[in-house]
């Protein structure tokens, strides 16, 4: 059984937000818009996307500590510690970035979308449709 | 920047899906349960997860075509071909599997969940928990 994989990033974030520590701890809080800058070689498969839609963005959050196990939520010392995969930390052992976000313009190789709290230069792996079984 | 990054797989489902074509498109079209049996190196990771909860499983597509980047929706010859980011098909650059799934018991490494399409053997990589964001 093969036991390692490599992920090639299809795009990159290019955002106002340069710095982890500033960024929010999710998209709904005050996260700015960013554009998703994809590489010419997937423009194919983006040529359905469209203005209004929301979309499921997965980035590799390329900042993380992939040795933590179990963090204070949301770094509140005050919380209790709790393990990795109850929790939204980007801090984890494969740091994918999960990103429900509000497309809101297309420009050819080019997706602006709404409060996306990932950094600038972050890489994007994967865009996926909203289904009604995410939504249940 | 650097430009690749290693997926190392935290787990692997076992179900009796064992072949693809025999998968379901979705977890809600009468995917089996199925065991997520963890790495013991990642057991602190999962101290908080809990019967009854909906997760966010990622796993790695392993028999996923990675040069694929329009299909036919759902193998519908009959369905005009759709960019693969506005699909939901495992044919895709970096074929990571997203499902939501209810946990249904939970004894030590091995997670039970209900209804995943994904085949025995698929390596898992991330597990998160569902946020209100998710589902607006």
């Known amino acids: 059984m ?4 490599v992920v090639q990033p299809i795009g990159w974030v290019e955002s106002p937000l340069t710095d982890r520590a500033d960024a929010p701890k999710q998209g709904d809080e005050g996260a700015p818009d960013a554009w998703l800058v994809f590489e010419p070689a997937v423009a194919d498969g983006l040529r359905d996307l469209r203005v209004g839609t929301d979309v499921i963005v997965l980035t590799w959050l390329h900042l993380a500590d992939r040795e933590v196990l179990v963090v204070h939520p ?8 709790t393990g990795v995969f109850s929790t939204r930390s980007p801090d984890r052992p494969n740091p994918i970035g ?8 297309v420009d ?12 600038d230069g972050t890489p994007v792996v994967d865009v996926k449709p909203v289904l009604q079984l995410d939504d249940r």
Do not use: K, S, W
């Open 2 to 5: 093969e036991d390692r994989f």
């Open 74 to 81: 949301r770094g509140d010392a005050a919380r209790p510690e």
């Open 98 to 105: 999960l990103h429900r976000v509000a497309v809101v313009a």
């Open 108 to 119: 050819g190789d080019r997706i602006r979308v709404r409060d996306l709290e990932a950094v």
